[in-house]
């Protein structure tokens, strides 16, 4: 796990620079809501920890080489087999960086069950929280398994108890289509094959309305760039 972790933190860095370099060309001075929906159930532990030591350099980044504010949130979800508060971390957008690195670092991965996971409780969570009108809006997915729903992994023997679809029948394409609405950027972050059917039936609900796109990006890196990642 610990290799497996030191060789993706520099993919990880890099993917999420796109979203940086992107929002340098397009936000021209304005404002910007910055969302990470991320799987938090135990496969992700490594991936937590990642995000946990990284994503405050991006966002300091962010700042650092845009004069723009920057809001960010945090939806964290998990599977049917959590209950209670143990289902989601959810940080609505702050602007306080420090209390963005507060939550995240006290994110823990718990639970899964099944290989598909409660993505649909993610987007539901994501939907609602305080986006800004005229921000530029990134949602930045980072997850190892698609969602409950043979439709999204088109495997019959892949682990999904729930293979009709959401049990409290929630639709994924329903609320990507939702977020394209909004003018929500979303960029998938790709950890392993499972989430390739996924992503492709959920860009036929987004590339309609929002005219692009998603924008899905592989982690796994050889862990030679490490050296020039830290320096």
């Known amino acids: 796990m610990r290799n497996e972790l030191s060789e993706n933190l520099p993919r990880l860095y890099q993917d999420l620079n796109i979203i940086k370099d992107a929002c340098k060309t397009t936000l021209g001075g304005g404002d910007l809501d910055l969302m990470f929906i991320m799987d938090c159930t135990s496969s992700m532990s490594s991936w937590i920890s990642a995000c946990q030591q990284e994503i405050m350099k991006i966002v300091n980044k962010i700042k650092d080489e845009n004069d723009c504010k920057i809001k960010i949130s945090f939806v964290g979800y998990t599977d049917f087999d959590q209950k209670g508060e143990d289902l989601y971390s959810i940080l609505d957008f702050t602007e306080d960086i420090d209390k963005f690195s507060d939550f995240v670092y006290k994110v823990r991965a718990r639970g899964g069950g099944d ?47 729930h293979k009709g679809g959401d049990p409290k029948g929630r639709c994924p394409k329903r609320q990507i289509s939702r977020l394209a609405g909004m003018g929500i950027d979303i960029y998938g972050i790709k950890i392993a094959e499972y989430t ?34 830290v320096s």
């Open 196 to 229: 390739d059917t996924m992503y492709k039936v959920f860009n036929t609900s987004y590339k309609p309305i929002a005219k692009k796109d998603i924008k899905v990006t592989r982690l796994g890196h050889s862990t030679k760039d490490f050296a020039l990642f």
């Open 115 to 161: 290989a598909a996971e409660d993505m649909c409780g993610g987007f539901e969570k994501a939907l609602v929280q305080s986006w800004s009108e005229k921000s530029t809006k990134v949602a930045v997915i980072v997850a190892d398994c698609p969602c409950h729903g043979s439709e999204f992994h088109n495997d019959k023997y892949f682990s999904d108890d």
